[in-house]
């Protein structure tokens, strides 16, 4: 027997009701011990399949790996779960500890050659194997990950990878760290009236909750929260706060000393190429890029440019009129001018004000049009349940009922911003949807999934209002929390969302295309005081003006994923070499970035590519996965149905439910009949 730590059990088993832990037994002091178990027990099985002395067969090796670590899965996902929803001190010092740990413990399982051996052989064998189809896909996928993680490596070369990766792990968490500390510091306190100017109430009075929140009692509060940041931006008539605003907001990641993330994005990039250099491969791109759609940075540049060429020309025209509009108030146009002129141009050009829209969209009536629409096409029904185990208050939790009445998901919602949290908005899921049976009787385990998002509260009485944008953010996130609980796999690690990256995007982003769907928009964009349905006059000017300021939209995006893209594109003699902000700035430069432009995301606070979930060299994926989207929606447009069952019925077969269990083009294909026609894209991103 391994030592046996002193442990939390609430941990690794899930009493509470719907299956879910028992948040209000953890501690965070409880994780340590916990996962110095579950490592160890986690070891010990691999060691009883690495020295079997049986013949390796598919069931006493690839299914005996799928089912193993079940403790270690259930610490780590709880643990990251709380460690970016609701983190504090210990979970931090603790996520910088185990961050190395748990590379460490990953590499000596991938790179154990007894265990390889028996991997190797039953790949090399397979064809006589007589796997159905799934089984044959997760013994090629495991075999592949194994030899992309070193497994076939000389010892030297094992034992340089292992340190790399475990450095990579820790610089991570601590780019996460610091961007996170740099969004709790920064605010911004308003006292006066004239530091409100321009800002319409719903605004203020976000600010006015966020202050409340930060212990600034009476005042108003600026902070780099998306949900107030980009209306402050948007709105504020005043030069001077949205300058500072906009530079704080665009220096995240760049604090002074242990907190400055430029030097660690230096060294990631450098190690990351050095580590595909270790595996054969020419850059990091290329060893990413492997198991994708899209296969070559070639392909990915492809696709880039050609929107990046039509974005830049609409940019240019649009920077034009802004620039006359901020002549008329005496200045030369500035990247913290761009949204407050715009939204004027908006509004002059299509008589189209977001402020007029907002109070039809009522954060509650938004998540029961994600409800509506997932039971249209899926038939699918979600229940609340009021006394389910949370980690914090704020999180609701639904239990997900087939249309037999079966439970088939529990889906765990956490909306709202507070300091515990990092910004943006994510899946994740606590419990993987799996067939293996354990015991008698036991036939696997449904998914419990969660969202987190970041939408600013409402102050006391008043229903939470959002913007269009949010709204999107919503549905994107329910779209990716859709295909874990929808997944209908037998194995664990081709479950749900374990899809190639520039495929992830598929579900979250062709889920969004339902919300301004007119049917969905009449029954749940309705005026929070009159609950009057949002007027089609509204909706036709929303329509009219989604194609205004695409070239800004566009060039935000595609600007961030060309840098990302091109970082890893370097081999490790010119990573070694490089100063990223240098080499971000001449990028740009040679690119032709628009002046009063900035990227979406710049290098140092780049979370999407240099922390531990990995979209580097991914950052693409969004754009490649829009391809796949506006083809998929098209697909219901020529059925004359946006909710067409025969066409929702292959969707879910295809996409949402088949997880990784197919090769995502012939999964693309049996759905659609053929692959995507990229002019849908350029139509989506309103550059057609
Ligand atoms: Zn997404």
Redo the contacts with the bound molecule.
């Keep these: 027997m391994h030592k046996m730590f002193d442990f939390n059990p609430a941990i690794g088993a899930w009493t509470g009701s719907l299956g879910l832990p028992e948040f209000a037994k953890i501690k965070a002091e409880d994780f340590e011990a916990t996962f110095a178990t579950a490592l160890s027990a986690h070891l010990q099985e691999i060691d009883a399949i690495a020295g079997d002395r049986e013949d390796p067969t598919f069931e006493n090796t690839i299914v005996a790996l799928e089912r193993s670590g079940e403790l270690l899965t259930r610490a780590s996902s709880l643990f990251w779960i709380l460690a970016s929803a609701h983190t504090n001190d210990v979970l931090q010092a603790l996520e910088r500890k185990l961050a190395p740990e748990l590379s460490r413990h990953s590499s000596a399982i991938m790179m154990n050659p007894a265990l390889f051996d028996r991997i190797d052989a039953l790949y090399q064998t397979r064809d006589r194997l007589c796997l159905d189809a799934e089984a044959d896909r997760v013994l090629e996928l495991t075999w592949k990950s194994f030899v992309r993680s070193g497994a076939r490596l000389n010892d030297t070369d094992r034992k340089r990878l292992a340190a790399i990766d475990e450095r990579l792990a820790t610089l991570g968490a601590v780019f996460s760290q610091n961007v996170l500390a740099d969004e709790r510091a920064y605010e911004i306190i308003l006292e006066s009236e004239e530091d409100l100017a321009g800002l319409p109430d719903f605004l203020i009075s976000t600010m006015r909750a966020a202050a409340e929140e930060r212990g600034h009692a009476n005042t108003h509060v600026v902070t780099l929260s998306r949900s107030i940041i980009e209306p402050f931006l948007t709105f504020s008539s005043r030069r001077d706060l949205r300058e500072e605003a906009f530079k704080a907001w665009g220096a995240r990641g760049e604090g002074a000393g242990e907190r400055d993330n430029r030097p660690i994005a230096a060294e990631i990039v450098r190690l990351r190429a050095e580590k595909a250099a270790l595996l054969g491969y020419e850059t990091f791109a290329h060893l990413t890029l492997e198991d994708t759609m899209a296969r070559t940075p070639e392909s990915v540049d492809d696709l880039l440019r050609a929107v990046w060429q039509k974005a830049r020309l609409r940019a240019m025209e649009e920077a034009a009129d802004l620039s006359r509009l901020v002549a008329a108030d005496g200045y030369d146009l500035a990247a913290w001018d761009w949204r407050h002129y715009s939204e004027k141009l908006r509004l002059a050009r299509y008589e189209f004000d977001e402020a007029e829209l907002r109070p039809y969209l009522q954060l509650e009536k938004i998540i029961e049009a994600a409800f509506y629409v997932a039971q249209r096409l899926f038939g699918i029904r979600f229940r609340r349940i009021e006394d389910a185990p949370v980690y914090h208050p704020d999180v609701r939790v639904f239990e997900v009922l087939d249309d037999s009445g079966e439970r088939r998901a529990v889906f765990l919602a956490d909306y709202f911003a507070r300091p515990s949290k990092r910004s943006g908005a994510w899946m994740s899921v606590l419990q993987v949807q799996h067939k293996l049976r354990r015991g008698r009787g036991e036939s696997g385990q449904i998914p419990i999934v969660l969202n987190v998002m970041n939408f600013a509260k409402a102050v006391a009485g008043e229903p939470v209002l959002i913007t269009m944008d949010d709204a999107r953010t919503l549905f994107?996130?329910f779209g990716?929390a859709l295909h874990g609980m929808l997944s209908d796999v037998t194995y664990p690690s081709i479950s749900g969302t374990s899809v190639s990256r520039d495929f992830v995007?598929l579900p979250?982003q062709l889920f969004e295309h339902w919300l301004t769907e007119p049917q969905v928009l009449q029954r749940y964009a309705v005026h929070y005081r009159t609950g009057e349905s949002i007027p089609e006059s509204l909706v036709a000017k929303l329509r009219a003006a989604e194609k205004f300021n695409k070239g800004f939209a566009n060039i935000e995006y595609t600007s961030s994923a060309l840098v990302d893209m091109a970082l890893h594109a370097l081999g490790p003699d010119d990573a070694a070499r490089i100063d990223p902000m240098k080499f971000q700035a001449e990028y740009l430069a040679d690119l032709d970035m628009p002046a009063a432009i900035v990227m979406r995301h710049a290098t140092p606070h780049f979370s999407h590519v240099f922390t531990r979930d990995g979209y580097s060299a991914a950052y693409y994926s969004y754009m490649w996965s829009g391809v796949l989207d506006a083809d998929t929606f098209e697909a219901f447009r020529e059925a004359g149905d946006v909710f067409d069952s025969a066409t929702a019925r292959k969707l879910r077969r295809f996409i949402y439910s088949s997880g990784g269990s197919m090769d995502p083009e012939q999964a693309y294909i049996a759905f659609r009949g053929r692959l995507p026609k990229p002019d849908a894209l350029l139509k989506k991103v309103g550059l057609a």
Aim: charged share 40%; net charge negative.
């Design positions: 994107h996130e990716h995007e979250s």
